[in-house]
């Protein structure tokens, strides 16, 4: 083979990578889109089940929850599969939950078929087409986000007067079973993520795998050479190898030492507080137009201007997020997204009429793209695009909680004082702390690494410290032999295997 045949191909930014952005434009924008989508039938389910606001939005929190909580098993999938596979299984999902949630007969049924199968299927959608742009671009990666995640305004503007004029025409069972159908183009965005590297990736794994089996048969033939002696010791080394590798195989799918990293858990802890005011103030946009006598398509236009003016925040944001004076410090760009979505929040119970609606949806959209347009390109930025896989995975599951939360708790406002308002200032002050608070930790993160940089720069430049860590490693050493008697048994051992390697 050519001598670069083990390499992985660098990203193209551009080419087939274009297409393999509009195929993430469509799966990204079903997977956020839809669930504020479905809003629109709340408010007649409710009605037709007898239920109160906090149990109908679980539809919603479920639906998001689960999206967000199956990153992990997603994570995991991309890494054995592929992005591909994975998009189109997930877009089956989809259709298959809203297929059956067309005959439920009860909220429970729907929170397991819309909120648990859907959800699901959306899962497998979202994290694979996040992951794959960041294969296919890294100069224009935030370009190429931006555009990706530009899907969802343009699904919501169009799924929000869609669901109305369907739910007008074939009640809400029919209209399921229609979208039960369009959520299966999910298959079709999936054929366009072509794998980089395929055939490579494949001469290595065939070849790694060789080696693996000749190792494996030396290493057979070797121990049903020694006596039965030695059998329970081997057996215990054995098992413990195997514990080992159990161990290797999880963290190879999931990182944990991200964990340990500083500006991951910034970004965690922000976004974790974030996700608890994100969601339900579009969830219940709509109810709250209709429940204060706006007729149904008048509310369900305030999520089309919402999605309009979300459509172009989101690549502007990328654009001005790929500017060489914002790029260097894109976590502080979010943090003041973060915040002054929420002081939107704040200010929409002034709004009385529904002109006042139809501003606060303005700002709203605009808010919300710029959030979106650089939830995922900030956490890339953290922590680099080899982590990146684990990182979502990991980021989703810890977000789904508050995302659970998020909806219901603004419902239960609403049933206990009978007002929206209270949800709304709710939301606002949760989002404004999170914004204050990932503005104040990235300003800590960001001295901390130059600290660390001009640190590391004074060790390079200091032959001293080099000489003292020689002088140590010696040291080191030296005790190591001195100590006899208790590290007798490691050098026998060390000694047995290096006669073993030279019969070998």
Not at 379 to 387: E, N, P
Request: with cysteine; charged share 15%; glycine share 10%.
């Amino acid at each position: 083979p050519p001598t670069n045949a083990g390499r992985a191909p660098g990203p193209p930014d551009g080419g087939w990578g274009w297409v393999v952005v509009f195929g993430a434009f469509i799966s990204i924008g079903f997977a956020y889109a839809f669930p504020k989508g479905i809003a629109i039938f709340f408010k007649e389910i409710q009605d037709f089940f007898g239920t109160s606001y906090s149990e109908i939005a679980w539809v919603s929190s479920i639906m998001l929850a689960t999206t967000y909580g199956a990153g992990p098993i997603s994570s995991i999938l991309v890494n054995r599969y592929g992005s591909r596979p994975v998009v189109i299984f997930g877009g089956l999902l989809c259709g298959i939950g809203m297929v059956s949630a067309a005959f439920c007969t009860s909220i429970l049924q729907l929170y397991i078929c819309v909120g648990f199968i859907t959800g699901f299927g959306l899962a497998l959608n979202l994290q694979p087409s996040v992951i794959i742009i960041g294969k296919y671009f890294l100069k224009r990666r935030p370009i190429a986000n931006g555009l990706a995640m530009a899907g969802s305004p343009v699904m919501l503007c169009t799924l929000a007067p869609l669901n109305q004029f369907l739910f007008d025409n074939f009640g809400w069972r029919g209209s399921f079973l229609i979208l039960g159908a369009i959520l299966l183009n999910c298959c079709v965005a999936g054929a366009l993520f072509r794998p980089i590297g395929a055939a490579t990736a494949s001469v290595k794994t065939q070849a790694t795998e060789e080696g693996k089996n000749a190792l494996k048969e030396e290493v057979t033939k070797d121990a049903m050479e020694m006596s039965s002696s030695m059998n329970t010791p081997m057996e215990t080394k054995m098992e413990e190898e195997g514990g080992k590798d159990c161990c290797e195989k999880i963290n190879q799918y999931l990182d944990f030492s991200l964990f340990k990293h500083r500006g991951f858990l910034i970004y965690l802890i922000g976004n974790v507080l974030m996700f608890l005011g994100f969601f339900a103030p579009i969830v219940f946009l709509a109810p709250y137009a209709k429940h204060i006598g706006i007729d149904e398509y008048s509310a369900a236009f305030l999520l089309s201007i919402l999605a309009i003016v979300d459509m172009i925040a989101r690549p502007t944001t990328g654009i001005i997020a790929n500017s060489k004076w914002v790029r260097p410090r894109i976590q502080y760009f979010f943090s003041f997204s973060i915040a002054f979505n929420g002081a939107c929040h704040l200010l929409c119970p002034l709004a009385s009429g529904y002109m006042g609606l139809v501003v606060y949806s303005v700002f709203f959209g605009l808010a919300f793209g710029m959030v979106c347009a650089m939830l995922f390109e900030t956490l890339m930025d953290l922590v680099g695009a080899a982590r990146f896989t684990s990182a979502v995975g990991l980021v989703t599951i810890a977000e789904c909680c508050t995302i659970l939360l998020g909806p219901p708790i603004g419902g239960t406002l609403i049933d206990t004082f009978g007002d929206y308002k209270y949800m709304f200032i709710k939301c606002g002050v949760v989002m404004v702390l999170a914004g204050t608070f990932l503005f104040i930790m990235n300003y800590y993160n960001y001295c901390m690494l130059a600290k660390e940089e001009k640190e590391r720069k004074a060790k390079e430049e200091d032959p001293k410290s080099v000489r003292t860590e020689n002088e140590g490693r010696n040291n080191w050493n030296k005790e190591t032999i001195r100590d006899g008697p208790e590290l007798e048994p490691l050098r026998e051992e060390q000694e047995g295997l290096k006669k073993e390697a030279n019969g070998t």
